[in-house]
C-alpha cells in the first residue's frame, strides 16, 4: 500500500477473519506562507482501508513493513493438509 509522508506511528493494521484492515491519518504540513497548489496528489485526514485475503494463513506470525511511503503486509503462509496421507500406527492389546 503506497502511503507516503506517514509514519509508522500514524497506521494501526489488524487482521479480523479473512479481512486485513489498514488505518491511518495523514496530517497536514505546515507549508511556506505563499506556497499555492493547483493540485494536490494526496489529500490530507484519516483514511481506512479493508482488504480481503483467501486462503491459510498464521495471522500470529504476520509482519507489517514501512519503508519509504510503501506498507508491506507479509501473512505467512499455512501448508494445506488435507488430502495428505497420514500414517497410523497399529498397536496390539
Not at 35 to 57: D, I, K, P, S
Not at 64 to 90: F, Q, Y
Amino acid at each position: 500500500m503506497d502511503v507516503p509522508g506517514l509514519s509508522a506511528a500514524a497506521l494501526r493494521v489488524a487482521i479480523r477473519q479473512n479481512t486485513v484492515l489498514v488505518v491511518g491519518a495523514k496530517l497536514p504540513q505546515s507549508a511556506q506562507p505563499d506556497t499555492r497548489f493547483h493540485l494536490a496528489e494526496r489529500n490530507y485526514g484519516r483514511f481506512a482501508r479493508a482488504v480481503r485475503v483467501t486462503g491459510a494463513f498464521d495471522s500470529s506470525r504476520s509482519k507489517a513493513i514501512l519503508s519509504n511511503g510503501l506498507l508491506r503486509i507479509v501473512l505467512p503462509r499455512i501448508e494445506d493438509r488435507r488430502g495428505r496421507l497420514v500414517h497410523i500406527d497399529v498397536e496390539t492389546a
